[in-house]
């Protein structure tokens, strides 16, 4: 859902079209809230992974049915579950098997995305015409029902859910690494090459592969944000993890029959998850502008 | 056709223009206080360097300077009245109906997503001309006075479908068409061929004979000496030099215009220098440092190096049609010489020298290097003699990989383990220990002092090096295998003329130092005249003049080559001289 | 931008445009039949290289506890003794007749399970889509280049509005508007005010993302000669914005919205849901659940279906927009 999938239909790879930066006046340049704020958020998930006990006082699965269903708090900033468990605790503890899951999902994607999208970008045209086509096959299904077709095959449960994420991902991947390889493969420079009498094999790792693989990286945290909010998609309609985990997803699952009387116990997760894609959305962007600025 | 006074009162007066853009510290100063004046009839040419402050000055006289600009003048005035403190509402009416604004490219400059005719009745319509029917009326009669043949057909037509020459024309008459007294034209000839070039200067110089005013800005010296009575000389903000057109070309006064002169390739500059020496200022002609210098070339008795013949390449459109884009081409290249070649955009020249290159195979015919099979042979037996063939392409910077320094772009094409035909160190960051990474270091640095770029360039990225700066690199890579031949394809088109100058002189001395063969495509017939021995004449695929560079300029044969060369613009030559065919 | 060709069109020509965008859409035309193959014959896969009897899959999942009666007339329809092949060609010549197979979740045939789910979900989509647009375009307009601070608005409520999962942003919803304020039903309200908050929880996130690629293209488009000729006639900042600049900003977008029905049926899984309105996406949801292979493929394909439709669509469309294409095919 996010831009991972639009550079792939407008046929313009990733490292092609820089991410335009507007200039900003004075001190917001400077400062630039938006990348502080998403290296603010990164720090503390990964302080979350780390060191969950720095930020979450309470224990995550302590059962407490007395304090059920309380809202948020000074003693809860995210208030209590229907055991009394602390939501906030919860959340923080929950962060190391959520980036997880997105961080598999996101590493089987784009591992099926490199194979295809470097098979048909210089496989020449029959190997090309033949991925296309499968790919295009794939995009007939949107991919959160590619993801729930897995699901159906293989049943519920955290495995299922990171290769459906991966699988439903791997397409708009793959198209754009095959438009980046073959973008560089028609590049002066590459031609340069060979009229300098470099032999192919030369050319492909000094040159095509090296700057093919560029957008990767950008690639990739974009993919985990994008991940982590499917996966939580999916464990919402109750096929992914099961609780008591204090996976996001999971809480999120969990939490929606009460939505009319306790709505925090959707909200923060949720509000977790987005604050951790917005972040890794903003940090890769803005990764990807430094690498275009500084090279291309 | 050059009046010799103003004729009328003045029309547009500017006194101490400055332009400034951003504020506090980052503030540029781009105008730093200008003064002309242009009447009625009159036609006024600004010349100078891109980054001289022409192209802001012009539109400032219609108020679109851009964003975060501040503009002040002692006397800013059109027709009487105080332009700098008009609203933008008074601009707008300003805009199209008293002032209309030229811009390059029509490509780009017209909306290629609406016909032709909306484009032109677009002022009409602002400025409320008549009915729709009465509009309709006037575009067809507009295209027709700037000679757009079925204007009916073209109107309806998208700025994409026509031809280069009357996308132009369109688009000039969308800016005459309230019959404005002054008309202002930024670079109007640039991209076009020749041909086409010399109908839209006929166009505006029409335009000046129905009494408007006329204001051009070109870097092009050419094209302002035809058409402006008097002209401005910019350089870096300031107005160097300023006068009537035959004076300032023939006699200028400051040593800028002398320069802007003196850069000019044409065949008034053969033998000499376009560019001042770092030692001492130009023009002197070129010190014969290698035995027999350029008059001596081609040596007698030597075998061509490249000999191409019958060479045939069909391309697929995307609408199904074949099209022949080289046609029965046939050429000898001989050592140490260099063979131009001319055309106009579509003439098959670039295709040539691909062939040449053997970057792609003939579909007949054939090429030979050094009396061996070229074109037609496998890649594998091939690769090991393309060090004697390089290239520089017009746009060096894509033909850098984005993430290399100088210094790898360098080593990447010197022959050698790490280099050509080697396999080790495919990182720049490999380096050949001991004698033989000392021994490439130093022919670098070598490659460097030879394209005259200073040390520090090495560690540099493309990206921080100007346009001049990059193309010697390119110069220096291609250098690096100690080829025979260089093709160079517009190596120079997109350079500013006094950086032009430099990469000409440049090439020539190498020329002369390193005995090389150049293989020199342009569509610019001034820099083909100055840089050939013999010259190729290229239209629609077909070779159709070949010759020295004297007889295919001076006596001409065949009818495209006359046709082409009498649609140069000229300029007067220095006094004594004669008028020479720019 | 397309080069000029080197002979201008004639009117004698036209008549091979025509030809061209005819053989354009055959073209279209024929890959999705292509692309359709291809996903009936993923479903095929999917169903035997699932754990399990692939019999006891087309009777509708081992929760529906099928008898050993229909597992046998199971496996004699769907010709499950024979070799794979004959399988195969059985399976596609039952989707080309419409017999989609029986639902054991929804204990109806599919195709009837479809029937009565595809309008509201028909009537969801395609509301969100031209709210999307709508909004996407008025947060456009309103805010490029109209300074640093609203620039940075427009943009920053683009980028954030484009991220939010739908789950979330419905959930928000519901609790502002359905259940504090009480303007709107929370749960399956039918006619207009039970659309307001779906609609909205599906087309906001995709507006974002129409929005950054349309605001972008405006940006890009503003800064062309073409509108520097333009307002060198007189034009303001408006007919600029409007009558220039715009057609060249949405073109992208028109690409964009096939993809974009394909997202907002993916979301209107979500939607449905926690909505608690009837429609392909709650069904299908009841059908992965537990395992129903026949209502699954069922609602999958047809997704497919409408999915290659809508791309042909688009391209048609944007023929219409983008005049460039009516001549070079």
Redesign the interface.
Known sequence: MTLIDRAPELGRPAGEQPLRGRARAGWLRRVRPGITLAWAVVVLLLIAVAFPGLLARQPPLAVRPAQSLLPPSLAHFFGTDQSGRDVFSRVVYGARESLSIGVAATAIGLGIAIVLGVAAGLGGRWADAVISRFLEILFAFPSLLLALLFVAMFGAGVGSLIVAVGLGSAPGFARMIRGQVIAVKRAPYVEAARVLGHPPWRILAGSIFPNAMRPLFVLGTLGVGQSIVWASALSFLGLGAAPPAPEWGAMLAAGRDLISTAWWLEFFPGAVIVATALAATALGRHLQRRLEGRVA | MRTAAPAGADLITVTDLRVTFGSGPAAREVVKGISFEVGTGECLGIVGASGSGKSVTARTLVGLTGDGSRVTAGRLEFDGRDLRSLSERRWRSVRGAQVGFILQDALVSLDALRPVGREIAEPLRLHRYGSTAQRQAKVIDLLRQVGVPEPELRARQLPGELSGGLRQRALIASAIALDPRLVIADEPTTALDVTVQAQVLALLAESKRRGRALIVISHDLAVVSRLADRVAVMQDGLIVEQGPVDDVLSRPEHPYTQALLDAVPSAHSRGTRLSPRATGPGPEPLAPAAPGGRAARPRPGQPPLLTATGLVKRYKGPDGRTRTVVDQVSFDLWPGETLGVVGESGSGKTTTGRLVLALTEPDAGQVTLGGQPWSGAREGDRRARRRRIGMVYQDPLGSFDPRWTVRRIIADALPGPAGLGGSAGLGGRARLGGRAGRARGERIRELLRQVDLPDDALDRRPLQLSGGQRQRVAIARALAPEPDILVCDEPVSALDVSVQAQVLDLFADLQDQLGLSYLFISHDLGVIHHMSDRVLVMSGGRLVEQGTADEVFTRPRHPYTRGLLAALPTIAAPEGAGELLR | ???????????AQAPGVAR?RARRLAGDLG?GV???W??AT??FL?IH???GDPAVAYAGGVASHPSHALLASVAREYGLDRPVIVQYLVYLGNLLRGQLGYSASQQLPVSEVIRLNVAPTAELTLGSLVLAWLLALVISLLTVRRG?VL??IG??LE??T???????LG??L??VFA?HLGWFP?TGGSGLPGLVLPSLTLAI?IAG?LG??TR?EF??ALE???V?????????EW?VRLR?AL??AVL?GV??S??AL??L???A??VE?LYSRNGLGNV??Q???Q???PL??GV?LV??VV??MATILVDLLYQLV???LR???
């Open positions: 931008m397309t080069a000029a060709p080197d002979a201008a069109l004639t009117a061209r890959g292509i692309v359709l291809g996903a993923l479903t999917a290289l699932m754990p640093r620039s940075s943009s920053g980028i954030v484009a991220s939010l999962p739908q789950y979330w959930i928000i519901l609790e259940f929370a996130p993302f950054q690629v972008e940006e890009s062309q000669p073409f520097t000729s333009a307002r060198a006639r007189g034009m303001g007919g220039h057609r060249h992208p690409t964009l096939g993809w394909g997202a049926i993916s979301g899984v979500i849901t299908l949801l059908g992965v659940t395992q129903d292979m699954t493929i999958v997704v497919a999915y290659v983008d005049p460039r001549t070079s095919g």
